[in-house]
């Protein structure tokens, strides 16, 4: 099988369609894929079958080995780099440096401990017997901070000082931020949470620029508000 052949087909001709540079990548990566199994199933049956005087040469099947990693890494390259001119092209990472050092409101259970301090609402719409905001490490998924809510219906701000159950203040970072709300009869009342945070820098590492809320990454398509 020649491996020279899938290279070339890898590469492709450049175009001034992204869509169809990507198109084409895809499918690039399935040939790959599919040939890469043909590949090693062959490759298997003539190792169970081999002529135990005259074995055969691994040599050779290690480097065709790392010339499919090769392929397959330079066709993952070049995809990211599409995604990245695609980014730069839409204007995405001029309008996400716009946004650096101001506050946005994001409905996620992410919250951001930024300066010591984080800012939520949580909003239901149903009166509740018992309800809670519970505070989880993002990393460890342990409970750090228990705070009572309102059991009033309608929207209530909750602002968390940075500290954990036992008084100890925890460096800012990532944390995670559940309503866990009940009526009277038991069952859950569903709650809606918004999250503050200041925006201190812009990742464009990624397909698109995400907004960094301190350690929080966010889209700027999950941004509901703004404020300086």
């Known amino acids: 099988m020649s491996i020279s052949g899938l290279a070339g087909a890898a590469g492709g001709s450049s175009t001034s369609s992204t869509s169809s540079t ?7 990566l399935a040939d790959l894929s599919s040939n890469y199994e043909t590949f090693l199933t062959l490759l298997t049956s003539q190792l169970q079958n081999q002529d135990p005087l005259q074995p055969t040469d ?13 392929v397959e890494q330079s066709i993952k390259t070049n995809q990211k780099l599409d995604d990245v001119v695609s980014a730069i092209n839409n204007g995405q990472p001029n309008q996400a440096l716009g946004y650096i050092g101001k506050t946005v409101e994001i409905q ?7 300066d010591g301090k984080a800012h939520m609402t949580v909003s239901t719409d149903k009166p509740a017997a018992d309800a809670v905001f519970e505070i989880t490490d993002a990393k460890t998924g342990k409970v750090v901070r228990t ?13 968390w000082d940075g500290l954990d159950n036992s008084g100890n203040k925890l460096p800012d970072g990532t944390y995670k931020g559940v309503a866990k ?6 069952k859950e009342i569903s709650a809606q949470v918004m999250s503050f945070g200041r925006v201190t820098g812009v990742d464009l590492t990624a397909g698109e620029p995400y907004l960094m809320l301190g350690t ?13």
């Open 108 to 114: 996620s259970n992410g919250v951001a401990l930024q």
């Open 147 to 159: 705070m009572a809510l309102s059991k009033f219906a309608g929207t209530q701000d909750v602002n």
């Open 216 to 228: 929080l990454p966010i889209t700027m398509t999950n941004v509901l508000s703004i404020k300086n």
């Open 58 to 70: 691994t040599a050779e099947f290690t480097k065709q080995l790392v010339q499919y990693s090769q």
């Open 22 to 28: 990507a198109s084409k990548e895809k499918s690039a």
């Open 181 to 186: 709300i009940t009526g009277s009869d038991g």
